[in-house]
């Protein structure tokens, strides 16, 4: 297979502004069929962004955002939509609709896209439930679920219209251990198993060095490096030092821009 | 574009705007939620249903005062047979639907646009725009319907059960001749004033219902703009009632 006819989602150096704030400042991307990409990076760099450029949410202000080579911005609503049905993507709480149990959550997409006899529809719920490990779960609500719990049944959601990518918005925040391993060995279980691109967006260094096959690193608008998960931790420099190894000042700086600390403290009332 | 630095007037009409917009969205994508009449039945209930003892209590003390305060006013002239009259009138071309009304945004409107609102700040609308479904046709539109169907049958309600309490007090406890009181009310109130009630009802049905979706929708997606949007909903659709109701009062006394 070729280079190009690799590439499933392909971000060329995408410039993107909010109020004025550039969050984007030429970003190239390229996650390829079949590999877990993870994009990592500080709170606040646009990694949320990124996907809402990669799905269609929002519109690249230069540059240009590729996905199954089809250029998302000159998508019309309906090509749109047909392309999101070949994504699924588990968002950082789950978002799972509060007025249905987790069986019917899962079924949700099927019943909306696919006119499917129930005893069917039945079968491909309790099959993607049991891969999360959750089909005793099916009746419970959302309300009474833990929140990895919350995030399995999402993942179920997410799979049950075999997508080709699948997309995580920090999978990891807020979890306990257990609960951020059981994550881990889906997101790879999910690749392997289903060949699904996977993109994972996440500033946790340590999950994503165990599963991601290519990554990058965000910072200030810009990719500062990227390569496998080993190579960034190896990396010499500063932005990526400080980043992998957690390191309180650095090229992002701890303290907030301010006046000079001495004159403001001598300089009275202000 | 800066909505922040507008002055008063355009910002309301800039609202009015928006919501005008967004009603011709919710009606536009009517026609294909009318074909998952499940959705909507269960928003009548939301709406509907849970709204009803609030609306049932609170017709039946309305009535009750108007009973009081019938009497009271017309024992002076020697005409208490009139109770009937006033209680009837007042309630089927004003109060009934204004409190109903009011009642409805405190509580079914207050309640769709919270959670409308959570649903935004916890993802679940960008979710259903995520599996490529439509959040106004599924989300917005069942919950609109369920409103506007609810509103005048809640009204009815209120204003049967007002009656009753009207003539509780007015007849079985101040004495008033029930014959006098049932004929009296039956000359004075004409097929076109429970036809004013009907309309006001449905108007209001449409304007509380529009007011909360809206909200809900177009709230800032945190607690803080969740728990704004939901006062708004009150404040906007209570003043929106009175306002209307003042229009469609005028609108009938002139073309009688």
Redesign the interface.
């Given at each position: 297979m070729t280079e190009a006819s690799d590439a499933i989602v392909e971000v060329r150096d995408v410039h993107y502004a909010v109020g004025g704030r550039a969050i984007f400042d030429g970003v190239d991307i390229t996650a390829r069929r079949g590999r877990i990409t993870a994009f990592m990076g500080p709170s606040g760099t646009g990694k949320t962004t990124l996907l809402r450029l990669i799905t269609g949410q929002a519109y690249a202000s230069r540059g240009s955002v590729r996905v199954f080579g089809e250029e998302v911005s000159k998508m019309s609503n309906r090509e749109l939509f047909a392309l999101r049905r070949r994504m699924g993507m588990l968002f950082q709480n789950g978002a799972l609709l509060t007025d249905l149990d987790v069986y019917e959550n899962v079924a949700f997409p099927l019943r909306e896209h696919a006119d499917l006899p129930e005893p069917l529809v039945r079968q491909l719920v309790l099959t993607k439930l049991h891969a999360v490990g959750l089909r005793g779960a099916a009746r419970l609500m959302p309300s009474e679920l833990s929140g990895g719990m919350a995030r399995r049944v999402a993942l179920a959601r997410a799979i049950v219209m075999d997508p080709d990518i699948l997309i995580y918005d920090e999978p990891f925040v807020g979890l306990d251990p257990i609960s951020m391993g059981v994550i881990c060995r889906l997101i790879k279980q999910m690749n392997e198993a289903l060949g699904i691109t996977s993109i994972v967006v996440s500033h946790d260094v340590h999950e994503l060095a165990t599963i991601a096959h290519d990554s990058y690193l965000l910072s200030g608008g810009k990719v500062v490096a990227s390569g496998t998960p080993d190579e960034l931790a190896r990396s010499e420099r500063a932005e990526v030092r400080q980043f992998m190894g957690g390191l309180a000042d650095g090229p992002v700086a701890f303290h907030y821009p301010a006046d000079d600390y001495r004159s403001e403290l001598l300089g009275g009332s202000k | 574009m800066n909505s922040a630095t507008d002055s008063l007037p355009v910002a309301a009409l800039r609202r009015i705007g928006a919501m005008t917009l967004f009603l011709v969205q919710v009606l536009a994508r009517t026609g294909p939620a009318l074909l998952r009449p499940g959705l909507i039945v269960r928003q009548i209930y939301n709406a509907g249903a849970r709204s009803l003892v609030i609306i049932m209590l609170s017709g039946m003390f309305v009535g009750m005062v108007l009973g009081l305060l019938g009497f009271d006013v017309f024992q002076r002239f020697g005409s208490e047979d009139y109770v009937g009259v006033l209680a009837a009138l007042g309630n089927l071309k004003v109060l009934g639907p204004v409190l109903t009304a009011l009642l409805f945004a405190g509580r079914a409107g207050t309640a769709l646009t919270s959670e409308i609102g959570?649903?935004k700040s916890?993802?679940?609308l960008?979710?259903?725009?995520?599996?490529?479904?439509d959040p106004v046709r599924?989300v917005v539109v069942p919950r609109f319907l369920g409103g506007f169907i609810a509103m005048p049958l809640l009204a009815a309600t209120f204003t049967v059960i007002a009656l009753y309490g009207a003539q509780l007090i007015g007849v079985q406890q101040m004495g008033v001749d029930p014959g006098a009181y049932w004929s009296q009310t039956q000359n004075a109130v004409d097929l076109r004033d429970v036809w004013e009630g009907v309309v006001k009802s449905l108007v209001f049905g449409v304007a509380v219902s529009l007011v909360a979706v809206y909200e809900g929708f177009h709230a800032v997606p945190t607690p803080e703009g969740v728990g704004l949007a939901t006062t708004r909903t009150v404040v906007t659709s209570s003043v929106l009632v009175l306002l209307l109701n003042y229009l469609l009062t005028a609108a009938f006394l002139t073309t009688h």
């Open positions: - | 959570l649903m916890t993802e679940q960008t979710a259903m725009q995520m599996m490529a479904v599924y």
